[in-house]
């Protein structure tokens, strides 16, 4: 599910094509966009605290043997979060080792593209000391 979330709607939009597109669901619930509550931690290690407020979308949906496929996707992408409902669900039913092999190779672009940016951010970084004289 993560991967789907993080997923680009033309990312999802190529598996749904790979797979001839999407099989026969049912709505259960529809994509329906609100606010959650996102939490943080000072430092990262800190006390939790409310940051703010985040839009998200989710939908729910059952294909035809009785499968539940769920999204939950940040945005208001109303489409992204049906589509990812779906494999999501065709994630749990189906053994189509090319549907599986599609989600690892998302899972491992997005990675590389959260690695690039860490050591991006870490090129960036400055040390700073002080120098102390002595006590007078």
Not at 84 to 109: E, F, K, N, T
Request: hydrophobic share 45%; charged share 25%.
């Amino acid at each position: 599910m993560a991967v789907l979330a993080r997923a680009r709607k033309t990312e999802l939009d190529e598996i749904v094509a790979r797979l001839g597109g999407l099989p026969d669901h049912v709505v259960l619930k529809p994509a329906e966009t609100g606010t959650v509550m996102v939490e943080a931690r000072a430092g990262g290690t800190g006390r939790r605290f409310n940051m703010g407020e985040a839009t998200m979308t989710r939908c729910v949906v059952r294909l035809a043997d009785g499968t539940m496929g769920f999204a939950y996707a940040l945005g208001t992408d109303r489409p992204k979060a049906l589509v990812s409902a779906v494999l999501d669900a065709l994630l749990q039913s189906s053994s189509d080792a090319g549907l599986h092999d599609d989600i690892a190779a998302l899972a491992r672009a997005q990675t590389e593209a959260r690695q690039l940016a860490l050591r991006k951010a870490a090129a960036t970084k400055v040390d700073f000391f002080t120098l102390v004289r002595g006590h007078d």
